[in-house]
């Protein structure tokens, strides 16, 4: 037997005889199970599928439909034999078919292996041939079926370019005009696609014809995108002029010199360098707006949704590393989410409040901002959880994440999250938010002082690194160990201040080498180096070559206080604001304690108490996984005795 997903859904026996799969019902029943990829589906995921407003005895009525469908799809099976295709799997039910039996699944992995080798090319153009509609054709109004088809659809562009691209590198392809004509007149905005149809012009003899569609791109580009071509349509246009007989194939690697995409294209592509991290992240991140801005132009709403929604890179700093692109980003989520209303797909409205979470740094935030970032958190995980994906889930629990450092003290129902994210990109295969999963998990359970089970998560994160390629992993690994070193600096026949110092230098130094997290780098080795002196009772650093970015009004009175300047400290200690939502506010909120109780301000040490008694029992800097001043308690302590003098 075989099930065909790829226009209305139908089943067939081996003599190619079709199976009387039931009603609307059931059908839809079993293409949910063949898009779920032969994991189970839960049932109460199921019910929610099949009916908006589920009727009273839905639960009776899908099992109803399992146990047609098993008998349609294995109508030779005995009598209380266990059902080997259509199985019940814990709380659900799973689809057990070989790939080779759905042709969806056939043509993903087609589309994977012409990737690799121009070889499969055969069974690539019979994968693009068993496309008789849209997928899940006769599955309207379901939300699920919306996202596959336009997951798979996406896939058929792509397959469809491939295939022409490699007609075209192998020496043929001239027989593609019409087929690529009607392509690019579909998607415009599909860059490539107009190089393969000027290449396939070329190879026709039609030279004319060729410069004439680059020009008509390039018009399209510029006009409705504001967006010049890209550097392979610009050298195929200067090979047709100089009059080439054979063109070059057109490159496959994205390099960081500007090449220009569509918006969608543009923007998955950034996607993807924003996860290998270095010099590619900061250009992914400009190309990155640069889509956004370009998909807001052509006015096409669902469009805009899915550029800006695209961009699910895992986050794991709470200050932004270009505020002002961060803002830009939110503020054209918001308009689209606006444009959308509140009937519009759920699943681009969780992708464009996930994006307003995550892009609204909590660092960054203060008042109605920050009202509305956790409120739009809380609504993404909330549409993600009833769309039952995980890959929108674990994006949406990240912007969670980033909204969830609204007082000291939430190290614990931080590694919960972080648990969550684990164990969904683990089970689903979702690799760099695995390594999301891993670091928040590490930076929480440093922030509780468990260094060993810290040192685990560091481990396992930087065991996945060496897949996911993430090479900001080892540096805040490395960051890590040197806050280890720190702490164990403390303990008799600890390493000494010195060599503890010296792992923050060459922490530091490693991260000074990445172009990747500017909000994460500025200050924070003289903050290290301020919190390894507080460990062993020593003033402060007083070196003015030290940068101590954003910490600078913090640690500033207790800088003062080491030059003997007490005035001086004073004046800044009651300037020193509220530290700012973020993975440093134990840490800032000690160093105001510490230099009130030193100073005698019993006001302020009574606000700093107050601020830090529900982050008692962790340790100040830990929360962010790469220093420590030592545990809260004794900073509380401290606070508390002062004001208590008062």
Not at 15 to 32: C, I, K, M, N, S
């Amino acid at each position: 037997m075989r099930i065909d997903v790829l226009g209305a859904v139908r089943a067939l026996h081996d003599d190619g005889t079709p199976v009387d799969l039931g009603g609307p019902r059931h059908r839809e029943v079993l293409a949910r199970l063949v898009a779920a990829g032969g994991r189970m589906v839960a049932t109460d995921t199921l019910v929610a599928d099949l009916w908006a407003e589920p009727p009273v005895r839905a639960v009776g009525a899908l099992r109803t439909f399992v146990a047609a469908l098993r008998r349609a799809i294995e109508p030779g099976r005995p009598p209380r034999t266990p059902p080997r295709v259509l199985v019940t799997e814990g709380p659900g039910y799973a689809l057990r078919l070989p790939r080779a039996q759905v042709d969806a699944h056939r043509f993903e992995d087609a589309l994977a292996r012409a990737r690799r080798t121009p070889e499969a090319l055969t069974g690539l153009e019979a994968a693009l041939a068993a496309w008789r509609g849209p997928a899940y054709a006769d599955v309207t109004g379901s939300l699920w079926a919306q996202r596959e088809r336009a997951r798979l659809e996406e896939l058929r562009l792509e397959a469809t370019e491939l295939r022409a691209r490699l007609l075209l590198d192998s020496g043929s392809g001239a027989e593609l005009v019409a087929e690529l004509g009607a392509h690019v007149t579909e998607h415009p905005w599909r860059e490539p696609a107009w190089g393969l149809l000027a290449r396939a012009l070329h190879r026709a003899g039609r030279q004319a014809d060729a410069l004439a569609t680059l020009r008509r791109a390039r018009t399209m580009l510029v006009e409705q995108l504001g967006l010049d071509p890209g550097a392979d349509l610009r050298r195929l246009e200067a090979d047709i002029l100089h009059g080439a007989t054979t063109l070059p194939p057109a490159r496959t690697v994205w390099t960081a010199g500007g090449v220009r995409l569509g918006p969608r294209t543009t923007v998955e592509l950034a996607r993807t360098l924003a996860l290998a991290g270095g010099d590619a992240l900061v250009h992914s991140r400009r190309d990155r707006l640069a889509a956004v801005e370009a998909a807001e132009r052509t006015g096409d709403i669902a469009l805009t949704a899915r550029v800006i929604g695209a961009y699910d890179v895992p986050a794991l700093w709470s200050r932004a590393d270009d505020p002002e692109q961060s803002r830009a980003v939110v503020a054209a989520a918001e308009r689209t989410l606006t444009a959308l209303g509140t009937d519009g797909p759920a699943e681009l409205r969780a992708r464009l409040l996930a994006t307003v979470a995550v892009e609204s740094r909590s660092a960054d935030l203060s008042g109605t901002g920050a009202e509305r970032a956790g409120q739009a958190a809380r609504e993404a995980e909330a549409l993600a959880r009833e769309l039952g994906d995980p890959a929108l889930l674990v994006f949406a629990l990240n912007g969670v994440f980033l909204q969830s450092f609204t007082r000291p003290g939430l190290a614990a129902a931080r590694d919960v999250i972080g648990a969550e994210i684990l164990d969904l990109a683990t089970r689903h295969e979702l690799p760099n938010f695995a390594v999301l999963g891993r670091l928040i998990r590490l930076q929480s359970a440093s922030a509780l002082g468990d260094l060993d089970a810290a040192t685990a998560h560091a481990r396992a994160a930087e065991r996945l690194a060496v897949s996911t390629e993430a090479s900001l992993v080892p540096v805040l690994t490395g960051w890590f160990r040197a806050r280890v070193t720190a702490a164990r600096s403390t303990e008799p026949g600890g390493p000494t201040a010195a060599t503890a110092a010296a792992h923050y230098r060459a922490a530091e130094d490693a991260l000074a080498g990445t172009a990747s997290m500017p909000g994460l780098h500025r200050g924070l080795f003289a903050l290290a180096l301020l919190g390894l002196r507080l460990l062993h009772g020593r003033p402060a650093p007083t070196d003015p070559g030290l940068d101590w970015g954003p910490y600078r009004p913090w640690a500033q009175p207790l800088v003062l206080l080491a030059r003997d300047r007490v005035e001086e400290a004073r004046t800044a200690l009651a300037a020193t604001p509220e530290p700012p939502l973020d993975h440093m506010q134990e840490a800032l909120w000690c160093l105001t304690a510490h230099a009130a109780a030193r100073l005698g301000e019993h006001p302020v040490a009574a606000r700093a108490a107050t601020a830090l008694r529900p982050a008692r029992t962790e340790h100040a800097g830990g929360a962010s996984g790469l220093l420590t001043l030592g545990p809260v308690a004794r900073y509380l302590t401290e606070a508390e005795a002062c004001a208590d003098q008062g």
